[in-house]
Nanobody
Framework: QVQLVESGGGMVQAGGSLRLSCTASGLPFANYALGWWRQAPGKVREFVSVITNMYNDYYEDSVEGRFTISRENATNMVYLEMNDLEPEDTAVYYC???????????????????WGQGTQVTVSS
């Protein structure tokens, strides 16, 4: 079965950095776009970043310039390097996979086929 497993979350002070990792199994990794989403208490799950089959990367405005997404097809891994973290970044972070033919925005929840269970990121003031 398909599994996405996140790791690397934790608690960090404002201005610090974390690197999230996601390992995918059970799917043809190279055929999917890989995204990161997050959900803070009392808020809906929101798009953070995505990297496509062709290694194009996109970011939500509030994280652009601070976060970097990357993927390693040979190891079925996707990463999110988070720098200059802010308390507003506190959330559960989810990796997700979307079968991508070039016609999706990749910013809609329904466009993603598989989800991990999330990893907590807490940024203190």
């Amino acid at each position: 079965q398909v599994q996405l497993v996140e790791s690397g979350g934790g608690m960090v002070q404002a201005g610090g950095s974390l690197r999230l990792s996601c390992t995918a199994s059970g799917l043809p990794f190279a055929n999917y776009a890989l995204g990161w989403w997050r959900q803070a208490p009392g808020k809906v799950r929101e798009f953070v970043s995505v990297i496509t089959n062709m290694y194009n990367d996109y970011y939500e405005d509030s994280v652009e310039g601070r976060f970097t997404i990357s993927r390693e097809n040979a190891t079925n891994m996707v990463y999110l390097e988070m720098n200059d973290l802010e308390p507003e970044d506190t959330a559960v972070y989810y990796c997700a996979a979307a079968y991508f033919n070039g016609g999706h925005s990749l910013r809609l929840f329904a466009e993603y086929d598989y989800w991990g269970q999330g990893t907590q990121v807490t940024v203190s003031s």
